[in-house]
T-cell receptor, first 114, second 112 residues
């Protein structure tokens, strides 16, 4: 069964460093998302991406964040200068359409900023 | 704006007990509603969904009915198992599609 994969599973970084979180969505999906879950809190939407551009972003997704689909298979989230409060589990998701079909989630990357 | 509210956990039940996890929502129009499950150390998996009023989603013995009159989508299971121990998230997707909006999650612990 096709699945969304994410690497790395755990990333530890120093405050102020740049990190890139990687995702490989399901191959025939067209819509891509990033969410995050701070420990013990709800899952929050960050950004959605369709047709090689951002279709929606939350207020969390400020200028420190960017997304890219560099080669038609990977979907990356970059945080330019990490802060302590960026520590969270980051989930990538993909879907065939943006309405009724489900979003398929990856296993997540746990980001720890020291 | 759209939002989802779930009953607080943790919920602790004995095996074979009846489960209800309450979920209510606020949304304009006709959202689609979902229950996702997160087993320890894993990502989110879709458990069931309903896309219009009075639809009942069901999977693995779990079910939930989309009630527009009460803006609810409560999750139920008649007889829980230890393997059902997980965190359950109610979520909605609005009229415009796109992002999912999640509730805060309810942790379920089932004891043998």
């Amino acid at each position: 069964e096709p699945e969304v994969t994410q690497t790395p599973s755990h990333q530890v970084t120093q405050m102020g460093q740049e990190v890139i979180l990687r995702c490989v969505p399901i191959s025939n999906h067209l819509y891509f998302y990033w969410y995050r879950q701070i420990l013990g809190q709800k899952v929050e939407f960050l950004v959605s991406f369709y047709n090689n551009e951002i279709s929606e972003k939350s207020e969390i997704f400020d200028d420190q964040f960017s997304v890219e689909r560099p080669d038609g298979s990977n979907f990356t989230l970059k945080i330019r200068s990490t802060k302590l409060e960026d520590s969270a589990m980051y989930f990538c998701a993909s879907g065939q359409d943006s309405h009724t079909n489900e979003q398929f989630f990856g296993p997540g990357t746990r980001l720890t900023v020291l | 704006g759209n939002s989802v509210t779930q009953m607080e956990g943790p919920v602790t039940l004995s095996e074979e007990a009846f489960l209800t996890i309450n979920c209510t929502y606020t949304a304009t129009g006709y959202p689609s509603l979902f229950w996702y499950v997160q087993y320890p150390g894993e990502g989110l998996q879709l458990l069931l969904k309903a896309t219009k009023a009075d639809d009942k989603g069901s999977n693995k013995g779990f079910e939930a009915t989309y009630r527009k009159e009460t803006t609810s989508f409560h999750l139920e299971k008649g007889s829980v198992q230890v393997s059902d121990s997980a965190v359950y998230f109610c979520a909605l997707r609005g009229n415009q599609g796109g992002k999912l909006i999640f509730g805060q999650g309810t942790e379920l612990s089932v004891k043998p």
